[in-house]
Each structure stands twice: as structure tokens, then as C-alpha cells.
């Protein structure tokens, strides 16, 4: 079973479309794309059911509750992650509402199986421009210049191929239920990128490299209207 987990809320609804709409033609029959309701509304949900459940099987989870402090560190990531190593489905992929998925699924298993968890960089931004540094102290790894000096990896379209990378995907649980290591005192969006600066630091601790491998894109933004 390949599972995709995709968090939404209605300001990224639109977006949310288009992610689905990437999708058809490209899934495997043994499949589960499931929306991680982080707010929507009923009328939204039931319209993704009706439009796109012919094409998709799609699963809509309950909405869970969160703190300000931690919707604003983007918890409810972490808990995707959570979520995947609970559902113990062989292949799992996280989504954000405007990424597209480029290649069909069965080529992204042959990948996953080769290199146990496929990524890509976040563009040429270095680690430690935004991770804190009392991230990298809480994650044991502030001598490593290595992980420090090269491109922060992308939280976004992360593959795991979950036989191989369940001791990896727990770490990075363990570091993202840390608040010293997913939204540590004093930092913000300038310096430090939450749920990313856990999951890059921790697949690289790992010797997870990006993979280069082209099968989903990010930060595909729609503008509803202009004035």
C-alpha cells in the first residue's frame, strides 16, 4: 500500500484541487490518499469526495486540536509523520496543498526501495542559515559542520519506504515533540523552518542525500484574482 498524506485547511482549498487533480493517471490500484483535515469545511469535504473520489481513494481524517504555539510550529506535520509510522502502510509520502505529483507511483516505489527515503533540497539555502542553533544542540549534532554547511532538505514530498526508514521517521518524531528542537526560544521563520529544520537535520544525521530524482513539485501558488 502506498499512502500519501496531505494536511489542508480551506485557505489552501484551491490548492488542495490542483495537488488532486496532479494525481490522476499517476496513482497504483493499491493506494490511499489521505486529507488531513487541519480545517475545512464540511461542504469542502464532501465536494472533494464527490469530484475526486472516482479517481482517488481518498480518506478525510478527524480534525485534531492545537495550541497557537504549536499550529504555528507546524506540529500538526510531525503528527503526519505520527500518523504514517501508525498506519505502517509499506510506502508513505507527505504533501503540502500546492505541490503536484509529477511521475506515476510505481516509479517512485523502484526509487524509494533503492535509497530508503527519497528527498530534495529546499533550494540553495544552508542548514544553518535556518535552523536555531539550540536546534542543532538539542539534536546532537552541533559539532557537524558537514549537515550544518549544506542545503537544508525539503519537508515537502519526503518518501519513505517505511521497512527501511521506520528507525529514521521515529527519530524525527522524537526531535519534532521537542519544542527545543521544532520551535526553540528565540527563533522564527528568518532562522529557523520548524518541522523542515527537524526532518533535514535528522535525514542528514542519517546520510539521507537528496535524490534528485524530479517526481513532485512545490510551492505551486494560485492567485485567485488580481485588481
Known amino acids: 500500500m502506498f499512502g500519501i498524506y496531505i494536511p489542508a485547511n480551506s485557505a489552501f482549498f484551491i490548492h488542495l ?10 496513482l497504483i490500484q493499491d493506494h490511499i490518499v489521505k486529507i488531513v483535515d487541519n480545517g475545512l469545511t464540511e461542504n469542502q469535504k464532501n465536494f472533494i469526495k464527490k469530484n475526486f473520489g472516482s479517481f ?10 492545537y495550541t497557537t504555539s504549536e499550529r504555528n510550529a507546524y506540529k500538526f506535520k510531525i503528527d503526519v509523520i505520527q500518523m504514517m509510522v501508525d498506519d505502517n502502510y509499506e510506502y508513505a509520502m507527505n504533501m503540502d496543498c500546492k505541490n503536484h505529483l509529477k511521475i506515476n507511483l510505481a516509479k517512485i516505489m523502484d526509487e524509494v526501495k533503492k535509497k530508503k527515503i527519497l528527498c ?4 540553495e539555502i544552508y ?5 536555531h542553533p539550540k536546534a542543532f544542540i538539542t539534536m546532537n549534532v552541533n559539532d557537524n559542520d558537514k549537515i550544518k554547511n549544506s542545503w537544508q532538505i525539503q519537508a515537502g514530498n519526503i518518501v519513505y519506504h517505511l521497512p527501511q526508514a521506520l528507525d529514521i521517521m521515529k527519530e524525527i518524531i522524537k526531535y519534532g515533540n521537542d519544542p527545543f528542537a521544532l520551535y526553540p526560544p528565540g527563533s522564527d521563520l528568518s532562522n529557523h523552518r520548524q518541522d523542515q529544520s527537524v526532518c533535514s537535520v535528522i535525514l542528514k544525521k542519517n546520510n539521507i542525500e537528496p535524490s ?3 517526481y513532485a513539485t ?3 501558488t494560485i492567485v485567485k484574482d488580481i485588481n
Open 17 to 26: 484541487q490542483g495537488l488532486l487533480y496532479s494525481m490522476k493517471g499517476l
Open 120 to 123: 530534495n533540497i529546499s533550494g
Open 127 to 131: 542548514e544553518h542559515q535556518f535552523t
Open 212 to 214: 534528485g530524482l524530479f
Open 56 to 65: 482517488i481513494n481518498i480518506e478525510i481524517t478527524p480534525k485534531k486540536t
Open 218 to 220: 512545490v510551492h505551486n
